[in-house]
């Protein structure tokens, strides 16, 4: 109906560019009951990054996965390497105080050093490049670049930034689109990320957590000792972290109803020759526009455009989505015409009502991580470090992230996507303005 359809769920990675470039991993599925001190539902970013903390630690940790290491949003997104936790810290002042808010801000800038930190401590290949710039499309996203690049300096963020006006900008993005940018040559970047997240997953597993693939929990205990269960075995633990994010499903009735599912789509090209890659983004940096929904763009090392976009809250994909998103593309870059492309691909992220990210707890010793809103390579190795600290005693970021208000989505479960869906159009019409 309508050329619309809900991508079927697959055991195996979807059919990405990221997929067809990295590793594949093989942990075994889970069978029989085990116990242990830490189980971690989800192997993401988040769910990864928390076993990887407690496997640090020399804490007995394990870690269930449905489908595969980084199968869901995390091996399937723009790779873009962006500080920040998602949504303005400031807009948080009445809740927080301006301690709080000075805290959320400390949080958004060290996020992607830990990121990096990870890169150096375990020597990743995932093809990391520094380099990134926000642009303009209307003159109000000048204003705000302006005063973002203010407010930056004022919160003291360790990395310079440079506005760049539309010639300016040419230099780093090949398309007359643009009216001008910000530009971070060192504190943001781009990356492979599914090469990312299974050496954090090796590295975790290198000290002794346990991780389980093709092992869908099916049902949760919520009591003083936590117990998932799969279809072919249970754990029980002193303390669970459910990390299931935009692939949450029918697990937590609560979680659901405080985040909305929504789809992103991105493309990849045949890979450019020289000049043409050079034509579009010189300095092979990471892009992103500043409407709500929002294209990001970037080269891969191959000089492939990878090219996202197209935000959908319906759970509905438009059946030639890899069309609309090359006319997408070639109203950025009408140099790519001739250029073929090679993949196509979708993936889920979990939607906050207010953008930022949602951590807390769902019983004495249950914990939850979720909702990054389309913003989580580097916030969600930030609140995997939160709640890992916080399950061992240092609870001061948890606690702060977790009174955080979590409103409910209008609509609950059932109706929350089509009136998400509904306000979304709002917001494009916006964005047309
Ligand atoms: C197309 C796209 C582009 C994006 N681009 C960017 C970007 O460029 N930069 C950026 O910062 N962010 C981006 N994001 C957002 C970012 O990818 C996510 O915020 C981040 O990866 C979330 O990580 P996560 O671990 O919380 O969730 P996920 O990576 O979605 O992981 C959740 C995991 O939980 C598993 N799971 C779910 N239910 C169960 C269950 N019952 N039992 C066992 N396992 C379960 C799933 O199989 C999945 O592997 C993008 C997202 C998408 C979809």
Known sequence: MFGLHSPAPTKEHTNSYYAATAPETDYPCLSGDIDTDVVVIGGGFSGVNTALEFAQQGVDVVLVEARRIAWGASGRNGGQLIGGLGSDPRAFRRQVGAAGVQELIAMGFECVDIVADRIRQYAIDCDLRWGYCDVALRPRHLRWLREEKAFLEQAGYPHAQELLDAQALGSFVGSRAYLGGLYDATGAGHLHPLKLCQAEAAAAAAQGARIFEQSHVRSIEHSARPRVFTEHGSVTARHLVL???????????????????????????????????????????????????????????????????????????????????????????????????????????????????????????????????????????????????????????????????????????????????????????????
């Not at 935009?246 to 990849?268: E, F, K, N, Q």
């Not at 059946?319 to 073929?340: C, N, S, T």
């Not at 208000?405 to 479960?413: L, S, T, V, Y």
């Open 243 to 433: 990390c299931s994010n935009g692939y949450l499903g029918d697990l937590d009735p609560y979680l659901a109803t405080r985040m909305v599912p929504a789809s992103s789509c991105i493309i990849a090209t045949e890979p450019l020759p020289e000049d043409l890659a050079h034509s579009v983004l010189p300095r092979d940096i990471a892009v992103c526009d500043l409407r709500t929904a929002l294209d990001y763009f970037r080269l891969s090392p191959d000089r492939r455009l990878l090219f996202g976009g197209l935000s959908n809250y319906t759970g509905l994909l438009p059946r030639h989505y890899r069309d609309i998103m090359r006319r997408k593309m070639l109203k950025v870059f009408p140099q790519l015409e001739d250029i073929a492309i090679e993949h196509s691909w979708e993936g889920q992220m979990g939607i906050s009502m207010n953008r930022m990210p949602q951590t807390g707890m769902l019983g004495p010793a249950s914990y939850y991580i979720q909702a990054f809103s389309g913003h989580g390579v580097a916030p969600t190795h930030m609140l995997a470090r939160v709640v890992s600290d916080a399950i061992s005693g240092k609870r001061e970021r948890f606690e702060l992230l977790a009174s955080l208000r979590h409103w409910p989505f209008p609509g609950g479960r059932y109706l929350r996507r089509p009136l998400m869906a509904m306000g979304m159009l709002y917001y494009k019409a916006l964005d047309a303005l």
